[in-house]
């Protein structure tokens, strides 16, 4: 395994890589990696002639406020945990590597940037969708993996990918949860032992919406979100961000289920914002 | 010569070029081809081994009453001059064909973009970054030509480029002039007889600001700029939109001259804007 830290080592690689007709899978992240991130990668090493791990805390993503300082870093756990997995390259620069002085430029989708999370956190998938375009274009990957969980991150991306011809195969792998449901996230860790036992609280809610959508064939959305932050608000103290039930493709929101829809919240535990979602498919 | 109207079909062309380690040189341009063009096409020519010369009338980059809809359009004649001057490929994608339905993704450079031209055009440099960053994205070229006479336009496009790590050269070329000192521009055709005499009064405007830079030794830009809107008012009836003098990298006004400076004027000749420009050295 080789870890890489310029944009132009990257850039030499990647048109090697090209040349030689390779395929080639990106999982990129913020570091801290975990279950989840693993299932990225070992799809990625099915696909792929050849994986890159790219771990790098992207400010630009973060809102004044938010969690930019104190975001976990473990690059040598980090290291180790890709070694095992089998990853090739890690592609890791640094701030001023990918923004140097000087730096202007942003891409953005516009309408599905500035609904659900992008409504809480401005300028987040702005900041995304900047880092991201900047990896494809340094990395070239065939693939590129993304986690579920972050559906609206995944979307937005897919939507930009597209939009802007590059020639990526954009691939969304299932959410990995503890057994209690907990889905898996780098911010997990910041929760004390009393919230933790309360984070399972959004899979709850979740399994409530698939079980009044699938079984009781519920169709009415305001109702379903209703019995939902119900169950929030009697099994934990958290606070609600949103909950919303959305097209999976346009993430405008549903009045009245038909098919498949998309089912996300988002919501603080205590100083720890955590988000969930679940394609539940309803009747036609 | 092959012309290419598709982005999968190009997308193969440049990607063939990239396993065969071949040069590429793009003019991307919106047709209405002129002795402008004719001359980032020559130097394309000499350094590329193949050069792609594309045409697109742009919607994006036209804001709301602008002259997209009359903006000339002479594909045949286009595709002759082309011929002539040994250009491998052309690509002519439909609008469709670039914008597809559901289409949401833009690119922009901030601050630089909404200055000069941008503050008068707003939106209009998201747009031209958006297109030009999807041409590079299809067409992956070695170097890339721009006239000077777009000074704004091309430091905006050299920015974006290095921000998104595109791996293209940006190459400026002289700006092309009629012997009246007229630059040459496709807008140009729009011109009455009366207002093509009145035309180059934007090119005396910019001698007359040399004049008092390099021979007069004249430092005081707000001078300059008195002298320039007092040429343009005694030789025509143009209305001026704006005359600035700035550092020419970060474009940012500049009080009191020294070392190299950008001026550059937009004026309205009846119902046609005009825009020039001179590099001029004065003393450090």
Redesign the interface.
Known sequence: MKIIKT?SQM?KLS?KW??Q?KSVGLISTMGALHKGHRSLIKQSREENDISVLSIFVNPVQFGQGEDYKKYPRCLQKDKRLAEKEGVEIIFAPSVEEMYPQ???????????SSVLCGNSRAGHFKGV??VV??LF??IKPTRAYFGQKDYQQLKIIE??TK?????VAVIMMPIVREENGLAISSRNSYLSGEERRQAPVLFNALKKAEEMIRVKKETDSAYIINQMEHKVRSQSKAKIDYIKICEPESLKEIEKISGEVLVLLAVWIGKTRLIDNFLIKGDE
Chains 1, 2 share one sequence.
């Open positions: 944009v850039r048109l090209i040349r007709g000087g730096y202007l430029t942003f891409v953005n989708v516009e309408n599905l969708c900047t375009n900047k274009n340094i939507r930009m939009d802007l011809n590059l020639n």
